[in-house]
């Protein structure tokens, strides 16, 4: 045995077949490890006026009975959520799809906002007025592209673990005001603003992004989601948005306004 081949059966397994923590593709196509871990999806802990709350600055007069409402209110509407396990580790686009990626790989350019050439940013928006089917075909080719890859959209629980980077509740309007692309006009060239914990950019706000799961008419996902539907799931609000809209935990479904819908994509981890 060589010395070569007896320092390979010396290491550990975990450090022989550990992971890059990102990865470029030959398009240029920046991706995330996330590696696996455990989160609870749905959870929803509505808050309700307590008294000595509900007046301030608002000049309501509530009574006794008006604040026992909101709270049996908010008690009906609550969820513990239910606990989901990320099995395997993946990588997943630290920005949504370009126009210029998209242009790479499909020849044309289905966007409503397309960059501008003089600010210097054009084809650094995301892809746009893209379909579920769309993105379908851009996976398609970009696997052909790209041999020796799997590309494909996330699942709505590999989307939200990564895009939830670790948190446990829901994101503060606060932090919102930081990560978030929205309440502006147009689209913006990703990665403006502040990353999420892991590194990934524009998880909420910009475009709404495709995941692969079927939408089960609900405003939370399920513990297994539906194998079949009349629409797929949208994940993480639009620059049209506003805090209230920006949040991991509930969904919508496709194909949404269109013109403020794109995707990010995972790459499977050998």
């Given at each position: 045995?060589?010395?070569?081949?007896?320092?390979?059966?010396l290491?550990p397994l975990t450090?022989?077949f550990?992971?890059a923590?990102?990865?470029t593709?030959?398009?240029g196509?920046?991706?995330?490890l996330?590696k696996?871990?455990k989160?609870?999806?749905?959870r929803?802990q509505p808050?309700?006026p307590?008294p000595?709350?509900?007046?301030?600055g608002?000049g309501?007069n509530?009574?006794?009975e008006?604040?026992?409402?909101?709270?049996?209110?908010?008690?009906?509407d609550?969820?513990?959520?239910?606990p989901?396990?990320?099995?395997r580790?993946y990588?997943?686009?630290?920005?949504?799809?370009?126009?210029a990626?998209w242009?790479q790989?499909?020849?044309?350019?289905?966007?409503v906002?397309?960059?501008?050439?003089?600010?210097?940013?054009?084809g650094q928006?995301?892809?746009?007025?893209v379909?579920w089917?769309d993105?379908q075909?851009?996976?398609?080719?970009?696997?052909q592209?790209?041999k020796?890859k799997?590309?494909r959209l996330?699942?709505?629980?590999?989307w939200?673990y990564?895009?939830r980077?670790?948190?446990?509740?829901?994101i503060?309007?606060?932090?919102?005001?930081?990560v978030a692309?929205m309440g502006?006009?147009?689209?913006?060239?990703?990665?403006?603003?502040k990353p999420?914990?892991?590194?990934?950019?524009?998880?909420?706000g910009?475009?709404w992004e495709?995941?692969?799961?079927y939408?089960n008419e609900?405003?939370?996902?399920d513990?297994k989601?539906?194998r079949?539907?009349?629409?797929h799931?949208?994940?993480?609000?639009?620059?049209?948005?506003?805090?209230?809209?920006?949040?991991y935990?509930?969904h919508?479904a496709g194909?949404?306004?269109g013109?403020?819908?794109g995707?990010r994509?995972v790459?499977?981890?050998r």
């Open positions: 045995m060589t010395r070569l081949s007896s320092l390979f059966w290491l450090q022989l550990a992971q923590p990102t990865y593709n030959s398009l196509m920046e991706f995330v996330i696996p871990g989160m609870i999806v749905g929803f808050t309700y307590k000595g709350e509900a007046t301030q608002r309501l509530w009574t006794a008006d604040y026992k409402l909101a709270e049996k209110l908010a008690t009906q609550a969820s513990p959520g239910f989901v396990t990320i099995s580790p990588y997943i686009g630290k920005f949504e799809v370009t126009q990626q242009q790989v499909m020849g044309s350019n289905p966007s906002f397309q960059g501008s050439k003089v600010s210097g940013d054009a928006h995301p892809v746009e007025n379909s089917q993105a075909a851009f996976l398609k080719k970009l696997n592209l790209e020796g799997t590309y996330p699942t709505e629980f590999e939200e990564a895009a980077a670790g948190a446990d509740d829901e503060a309007w606060s932090e919102i005001r930081q692309q502006t006009r147009t689209t913006n060239k990703v990665g403006q603003k999420n914990a892991w590194g990934l950019y524009d998880t909420l910009n475009v495709w995941v692969q799961d939408y609900k405003m939370f996902a513990p989601p539906p079949s539907g009349k629409q799931v949208l994940k993480g609000a639009s620059f049209v948005g506003d805090v209230k809209n920006a949040t935990t509930t919508a194909p949404g306004n013109w403020d819908v995707f994509v790459m499977e981890a």
